[in-house]
């Protein structure tokens, strides 16, 4: 369970008073525009534009290599835009003050294997200047979290992958962070930890947290997310809520009986037809026209025996835009 | 904690976690052991006079320094290289300087860190050097303090260069490259001492402009003479060409200019290495 994240929580935690990030509350959590990185011939990224509202849980979704992780390295200042540039709770992407209120988990989750699980928890406290009084709690909170609470004093080099993923999970949790930045949190773990991770981004929503996800796994954004990007070759190729994505171009199961073959073919204006079976699919329907369709069928003669709606699954619709790209 | 000394602290524990200090350790008690015992051995020879065999003895000192620099001069290389290359390579820098802590604080306390174990390190050694050269000969040296110090400011400069390769190069390529640079200006001293005794005016000048670009070989003079006996100098300056054709031998200390020098050579190449690391994309 996380803790509640309050000002007076806030103020107690930290040594040093907020910076920009909290200056400007009203400010989206991540604004970018037409964010581009070029890495000598390759492309990485181009032209992102994307705003993340704050307390949203965003899903960055894309295929390996489609510029994720350039993506959020931008957005912490790990790398440089070519061009373009990116907002990360109203400061400029990067800015040091901001990324006080930022938790981190890397795609590349290395924590240093000579330290103890505790140990790391409280050095990325020290990093965060947390006040040295709240280490403990903020450390077993954490370490509580992510389930590693019986581990917490074995050096992370005796660790599984995914018991260093969850460690990394723990260190980005650490400070109650306005935003998490999670690039593929669950790369490492089970079905138990990839459960645990959905619990803890729901938490994580609940307290009012932005949380950007970066993930290929398109279950787990169906799971969690809000909205979603979709990104294909460095470049965003749709943006939505789940149900705005899937159903972008609906579609319908029809059995139909008493008319004569291929009577189907002389209706093409209400969609694209195809036969499968008794059953027909009526795809790339316009919106409302189901009814219409129906009284079509049955003033022709038809007998209406089912009518199914349809909707895209995530990955049907992501496969769909990949291809398109 | 100032960040800067967060990672210096962090530093200095990565290095007694790994081992590293342990190894050190055992390293110079095998060192100064077998050490002493040549210096006993040399000191109690009934064949040579007691004169000759202090000259003996302060010359082995002074190549036993020659090896320690060099022990000094790896290790510095070898802990420089894999402090920035090697972490970027495995990811665990990346989730550091996500936080709100500036890159250059990162360099500083890690270059700060790495200082203190060399700093210790030749301490230690240096100490029990002399300790048990006294013990087993009687002899100390005119000013071992100020050797030491010469041959930790070798350790430093090298560090240093090292961990400026080590933000743009992999964590093999910064070490092999420091140290190499490392003995080829060892040899650009031994060369300009080759050419000051038979007036081959090219090479002392070649030797000079490599004390100034790297200047590990400069230090080490001034730890050679603070090293000699004065009797076994003045004998050197009194040969037949004035100054001695010795790479084990320095007619002078570095002059103040020269040592202002190193330390704005530390100084820029240490921000070179924090303007690097700034640009350097993760």
Request: charged residues 15%; aromatic residues 8%.
């Amino acid at each position: 369970m996380l803790p509640a994240r309050s000002a007076e929580r806030e103020a107690a935690g930290r040594s040093e008073s907020p910076g920009a990030c909290a200056q400007a509350p009203g400010s989206p959590a991540i604004h970018a525009v037409a964010l581009r990185k070029r890495y000598r011939d390759t492309v990485a990224l181009e032209g992102l534009s994307m705003t993340v509202g704050r307390g949203e849980v965003f899903g960055f979704l894309g295929p390996n290599g489609s510029g994720k992780t350039t993506a959020v390295k931008l957005l912490l200042g790990l790398a440089r835009p070519t061009s373009g540039e990116a907002m990360v709770l109203g400061a400029p992407a990067g800015d040091r003050e901001a990324r006080r209120q930022i938790g981190y988990l890397p795609e590349l989750f290395r924590f240093q294997s000579w330290l103890t699980a505790r140990e790391v928890l409280a050095l990325h406290c020290n990093l965060l200047r947390l006040a040295r009084p709240h280490w403990p709690t903020e450390v077993d909170t954490a370490l509580h979290t992510v389930g590693l609470a019986d581990r917490a004093d074995a050096k992370v080099g005796t660790f599984s992958k995914g018991m260093q993923q969850r460690l990394g999970l723990g260190v980005a949790l650490l400070g109650g962070p306005t935003l998490v930045i999670l690039d593929e949190p669950t790369s490492a773990l089970d079905p138990v930890g990839r459960h645990d991770v959905r619990q803890i981004i729901r938490e994580l929503r609940d307290r009012g947290a932005t949380v950007f996800l970066n993930t290929h796994l398109l279950g787990e954004a169906e799971h969690v997310c809000d909205r979603v990007t979709i990104l294909s070759k460095g470049r965003a190729v749709a943006t939505g809520t789940l149900a705005e994505l899937k159903g972008l171009r609906p579609s319908v199961r029809l059995r139909v009986a008493g008319l004569p073959a291929n009577w189907w073919q002389q209706m093409a204006g209400f969609g694209r037809w195809v036969a499968d079976g008794d059953w027909l699919l009526v795809e790339d329907m316009a919106a409302g026209k189901v009814p219409e369709l129906v009284a079509a069928i049955v003033s022709r003669g038809g007998q209406v025996e089912a009518v199914i709606p349809q909707r895209q699954s995530l990955e049907e619709r992501f496969l769909e835009l990949l291809e398109e790209t | 904690m100032n960040p800067v000394l967060t990672i210096a602290w962090l530093t200095v524990r990565e290095a007694t976690r790994r081992r590293l200090v342990a190894a050190f350790a055992m390293i110079s008690i095998v060192l100064v052991s077998l050490s002493g015992w040549g210096f006993y051995k040399l000191s109690h020879s009934v064949s040579i006079t007691s004169g000759e065999s202090n000259v003996a003895v302060s010359q082995a000192v002074i190549l036993f320094m020659f090896m320690f620099s060099f022990v000094v001069a790896l290790s510095a290389s070898a802990i420089a290289s894999l402090a920035i290359s090697g972490e970027i390579e495995s990811g665990v820098l990346q989730s550091i300087i996500a936080r709100p802590v500036r890159r250059s604080d990162v360099l500083l306390g890690k270059w700060l860190g790495m200082v203190g174990l060399l700093a210790v390190y030749t301490a230690i050694v240096c100490g029990l050097l002399v300790g048990i050269v006294d013990w087993s000969s009687g002899y100390v040296p005119p000013d071992p303090a100020a050797a030491s110090g010469f041959v930790l400011a070798e350790g430093v400069v090298l560090l240093t260069f090292v961990l400026l390769l080590s933000t743009r190069l992999s964590a093999l390529a910064a070490g092999v490259v420091g140290v190499a640079l490392f003995g080829i200006a060892w040899l650009a001293g031994v060369a300009g001492e080759l050419g000051t005794a038979f007036g081959i005016r090219g090479m002392h000048t070649a030797s000079v402009i490599s004390q100034y670009v790297l200047p590990t070989d400069g230090l080490w003079h001034g730890a050679m003479f603070y090293l000699e006996p004065a009797g076994f100098l003045s004998q050197q300056l009194a040969g037949p060409r004035g100054e001695p054709a010795n790479p084990f031998s320095a007619p002078s200390a570095p002059a103040w200019p020269y040592l202002t020098w190193v330390a704005i050579w530390l100084v820029l190449v240490l921000a070179l290495g924090l303007i690097s690391l700034q640009r350097r994309e993760l």
